[in-house]
Structures are given as structure tokens and as C-alpha cells.
């Protein structure tokens, strides 16, 4: 039967060749006029009925049947509230939801979890966001049994293990430490903060401190007040049997008792935020972003079907008002676009933004309220509402091809109190829109008089000053504040603090001696280097120069190309790999390094604040004296000395490998003559005392002649 219809198809196609190619064809091609083609309206979403039950202890259930594919997928919502996460550990919710699945459960460790799961093709998540919390999974239908067991188990008793809730912490730290680096995600925070009030719970951000601040047991209360049967509203979609399905939930959540029933608490709503300007400054950027924003509304509002296609026709795409208007026509942003202000349990935030440059960011923001405003007084044209409607409803039909993703849908508005069948209300509103219900819309929720403006980017290169734009100003500080010391050490004494310098001193001498030292102006090295990250090494020789302090350039030899970076004394770039970038923060961060290279170190020893601590310290099996300088801009910084004197190591908090500030070592070793100096050959750096870079001096060069143009960024290619 195969291989008769696979003959058909090759008979056909012969066919089909044969009439592509024939005189009445090539005529009929001359007529074809691809413009007059029709594209029938797409159908609206067809919502299937589920069924759907309440278990005795409050569950709500929802059952779907699908037997094209032997696959079962679930999703599980709980009701939450940020309510219940103290402003002390704001990222408590994100880390017990994690840690809910990769720590597992008592019985069922989360590595057990991963490997089992993986052997049979089935994957469970979780997680707690602000208004909920959710959990998932997807297996073969033979498997439905084991999984929803293992989903079951890890819900209502999860294990919280430490390891697990410190890997969580680590890639929370790793959140903060990046959370400046993309313009468009600020914009979005600070917007938030504006309009809510930085206090406000949907405005807060975890910091070092508060993640740190987070114990087993926080997430352990937080888990029973959240992850409750009464709370719960199930989903179940596939390859099953209703009433087996049922048995089997019964089974594993049958005799999970009601929580205490306390209500979840409301949603704080902010008031109308005051119109001004929000000035955070960002030096390491070369663009600027702007938003205007204000306070917006709920789903359910009956404004909804039309501000999403005002929203799309606004800033949707590259047919929008604002793309068109400030990208296309003025050339004057990289992107734009808008967000209505709609959200399922509280108002929203209405935003429209743009990213631009930094010499025309105020001209630009003129013209984002400028063009916001006239949606509001005049409707948009024919063609943006009709492309904009269009991409709403196409959108719509597309995010709800599968019949799960509407049932998954159906269980969110059960648990959220909105009708079930607010997708075919919604719709039927959306049938209803047009130019004239869009523009009654937009005057009733969008208001210029309310506007929060946001800019981010360098004061000094706009075109214009902040206060010109006729707006109150105020300052935002997005600085990220770095975790508390973990160096606890008071104030020295006079004796403490002679005899730090007394151990520096020493180092220096044995090294060579504080003339020496300072005699050094500049130096050439090169050096093998192995850089360990995520458990890989990768080996590479560096060539460094550096006239002190601030003139350097390192470049790197990779197995897969070539990476160098410099600072010429005024701006820091990296070129490599057929990239070529500026490096606004370099600058800083040699000025770090020179205060802690040995060159200044031992040359300058008296203009450190050098205090002795009382208790030695033992590492690597040697009794270590410690000593603590007090910097401005380095913060815990140590000093480990030999029984001979020698400087043996030195910490400081740095910045890790990607993942926020921690602990930096630097081990020193092999220490040889070079002219008048002992120089360490040897250096082993650790972060969190896990091996991060090893590297072997192959030779050092001592005041070398170093043209100016050695540090200047090369020509772009």
C-alpha cells in the first residue's frame, strides 16, 4: 500500500510538471494578478468544554480528553499574593518556587527527579510569581501514573533541601548583578516604580541583602501558605480517560487536607501617580531610552477588546503609529513601541517608549507624548486600525491553536475570578471594534495630563536640559547596592593598625623594597593562563602591557580566535571575534586594579589603612597572619602573610563570574628575581573558593617603552 502510494504521488507530480510547463499554462500565468487573491477571515478561536468538578477538599478540577498524541500535560495554579513575601526578603517567592522542584521531596531528591524524568521523556516545573503560584508536567501516557504521583508529591511536601535553596540564591544574585545591563528592562522597572510607588509589593526588586536574608523555613511557610488544596484549580489535558484520571487524582490528592481558608489578600491599587520626569542616569550606554507611563486597568474592564487593538496600532509593530512616526519618518529611535496598561488581577501600566540617540533623546520624548496625545483627540487612519485589528485577531487564533492552551487558559480565570468564558466575550468585543470605539476607549484610558516621563541614559550628551520638557524632575538612583560585608571587623586600634603596617611593610621588603618598587612605571608580560568556568577549562596565553596606572592593553590567544582589551586613559574597549565594542566601566575597574597590583601595593605601603586582625588564619595547611585595608573602593579586602612574611594571598570582594560580587582570592607563588623586584610567576585566582584562573608568567619585562598608540582602540573592520 506504501509503495502504491508513493507511486500515485510521483505519477502526480509527473502530471503537475507536465502542466506547468504547457502553452495554456504559461497563458494562464500571464493573466494570474497575485493582488486580487482573497484571504478568507479566519475563524474564531473554538473553545472546547470541559468538564469540570470540585474535589471535597476544595480542589477544582478541569478534564479534557485528546487522543491524537499518547501525551497527558497538566497545569496546577494556586492563589498568592506579594503580600506574604516581608519587604526583608523580597526573591522569596521566585526561590521556593524553584526549589519546590529541583529540591524535590524527602522520598524523591531533585537530582533523582532530573535523572528519572529524563530516562522516560517527562519533564514537572513549578514556580511563584507575585498573584500565583504553578506547577506542571508532561509525560507519555504510559508514564501518567508515576509522574502525576512524583508532581503530586513534590506539591504538598517539598523538601527544601540547603544545596538546592543556595543554587537558587546563586542564580537570583545573578538577576541582580545583570538587571542594568539592557536599556529596556530598566525602563520597565523604573516605570514601575514610578507609577506604583517603589514600597509598593508589585514594585520591588530583590537586592543582596534580601536574598541573603532568605532561610529554609521562609520558604517552607510560604509554601504551606500558598500550595494549598482550597487554593488549587487543576488542569488535565490528553491522552487519558476521564474516569481513570479522576480515580488517580483522588488518590494522590484526595486526602491532602484543607489549609486554614485565609483570604488572599486584595491587591494593593496605588492612586494616580504625579506627572514629572524621572531622570535615571547610565554612563555605559551609547543610546537613551524614554517611556511615558501612567497607571492602567484590569482585563475585565470593558475598554479591554479595543485598547488592545489601540495598543497595536499605537506601538504593535512596524505598521504602528509610533514606529512610523519617530522610527521611519524622523529617524530619530533604534526601536519603539507601546504596552495598553491591561493586567488580570490589577491595573496595569500603560507604557509607550522608545530607544534612541543619546543627542536627541528629549526630542524624541517631545514626540512620543506629542503622537501619544493625538491618538487620544483624532482616530487612527483606516489602514493602522485595520492592520492592527487584523494582528490582534490573528494573534488570538494563533496563541490559541491547541485546544490545551485554551484549557490552561480556562483554569487561569477560574482562579482568577474572571467567567469562563471571558475568551469568547472577549471575541465577540473584538468583532465590535472600530475606528470610533477605539478612539472613546483611548480617551477614557489614556491621559497626557498623568504622563510619568522615564529617561535613561548620559545627562551631559542630551541635546537639551530635563527641566525644559516643562516637568517637574526627579533623580532615580539604579545603582544595585552591594551585599553587607563579611568581614566583621571594628575599628582599629592604634596597635592593630601599626602593626598592619608592619606586615605590609615587611612583604614589601622581602619582595624588594618600596624603592624598587615604585621605580617600576611600566611592564610587559606574557603568561599561559587556564580559565575554569561551569566546571570547563580553557587554556590561552596573554600578552599584557600597562604603563601605570592607566594605560593597558592585554590581548588573549584562544583555540577559537583572539580577544583584547585596553583603555587608553580615557575610554576602555574589547575587540575579538569580529567584534569590536566600547567598555564604559573600564576605566573603573583599572583603577581598582592598580590599588590593588603589588606594583602600588609595595611601592606606596604607608598610604594604606592597613589593620592587623587578632586571630591568624590557616590556609592551604599554613598559619597565615591576616590583615585588613579599608578602601573606598574595594570592600573586604584581606591580606594572608607566610611565617616568613611573604604575601601569600590576597581577598577581596570582586565580581564573580557572572553572578554578583563574591569572594575573589588571588594565590601567589614561585616567586623569582626580575631586575631589582621578587615577582610571584605563579597566581591562582578563586571565586568562592572554587578555582577560576590559573596563570604561569613566562616572562616579565620592567619598564618597557610604551607608545601611546599601543592602548588606543584599533579601527573598526
Partial sequence: MTTARTMFRLALLGLLALVAVSPARAQDDAKFDPKKLTTPALRRVQVPKPERYVMPNGIVIFLLESHELP???????????????????????????????????????????????????????????????????????????????????????????ADKIELSKVGLRQGIASRNDEMIPILIRVATEAVY????????????????????????QLHARVFQPNRMVLAVYGDFKSSEMKKLLAEKFGDWKKGDGAAVPPPPVPGVAKARLVFAPKE?????????????????????????????????????????????????????????????????????????????????????????????????????LTVAKESVVNGLVFSFAEPSAILFRSAFFELTGYPLDFLERYQKALEGVNAATVLEAGKRKIHPDRFVAIVVGKEKEFEKPLESMGLDVERADISIPPPASKVAVGEGSPEALA??????????????GRAAWGAIKSISMNSDEVITMQGQSMAMTSVMHWRMPDRYVATRKLAMGEIAQGFDGTSGWMAGMGQ????????????????????RLFAEPGTYQVQALGEPKTVDGVICSVALIKSETTRDWLLYFAPDGALARMEYMGEGMGSGPAKTATVYGDWKPVGNVQYPHSEKTLVDEKPAMEAKVTSLTLNPTLADDLFKKPAAK
Avoid at 602593626?499 to 605590609?504: D, E, V
Fill in 71 to 161: 501525551v497527558v500535560r497538566a497545569r496546577a495554579l494556586f492563589k498568592s499574593s506579594p503580600l506574604w513575601v516581608p519587604d526583608e526578603k523580597v526573591g522569596l517567592g521566585d526561590l521556593t518556587g524553584e526549589v519546590v522542584r529541583s529540591g524535590g521531596s524527602a522520598a524523591h531528591g531533585g537530582d533523582w527527579l532530573d535523572d528519572r524524568l529524563a530516562a522516560i521523556g517527562a519533564s514537572i516545573n513549578t514556580g511563584v510569581s507575585n498573584d500565583q503560584a504553578s506547577g506542571g508536567f508532561r509525560c507519555l501516557t504510559d508514564n501518567t501514573g508515576e509522574v502525576l504521583s512524583l508532581f503530586a508529591e513534590i506539591l504538598r511536601a517539598p523538601d527544601f533541601p
Fill in 197 to 220: 510607588g517603589k514600597d509598593n509589593p508589585y514594585a520591588r526588586k530583590a537586592e543582596y541583602a534580601t536574598v541573603e536574608a532568605i532561610a529554609r523555613k521562609d520558604c517552607q
Fill in 284 to 384: 555605559d550606554v551609547t543610546q537613551s531610552g524614554i517611556i511615558i507611563s501612567h497607571l492602567g486597568f484590569r482585563a475585565d474592564d470593558p475598554d479591554y477588546a479595543d485598547m488592545t487593538v489601540f495598543e497595536m496600532a499605537l506601538g504593535g509593530g512596524f505598521q504602528s503609529r509610533l514606529v512610523n512616526k519617530i522610527r521611519t519618518e524622523r529617524g530619530l529611535a533604534y526601536a519603539a513601541g507601546a504596552a495598553a496598561g491591561a493586567d488580570y488581577a490589577r491595573p496595569g501600566v500603560f507604557m509607550a517608549y522608545s530607544l534612541t540617540r543619546t543627542d536627541s533623546a528629549l526630542t524624541a520624548l517631545d514626540l512620543l507624548r506629542q503622537e501619544t496625545t493625538k491618538v487620544t483627540e483624532a482616530p487612527f487612519t483606516d489602514a493602522e
Fill in 499 to 512: 602593626k598592619g603596617q608592619a606586615l605590609l611593610a615587611k612583604a614589601a621588603g622581602l619582595a624588594g
Fill in 580 to 599: 569590536l565594542r566600547d567598555e564604559p566601566k573600564a576605566g573603573e575597574e583599572l583603577k581598582k586594579q592598580y590599588e590593588r597590583s603589588l606594583f
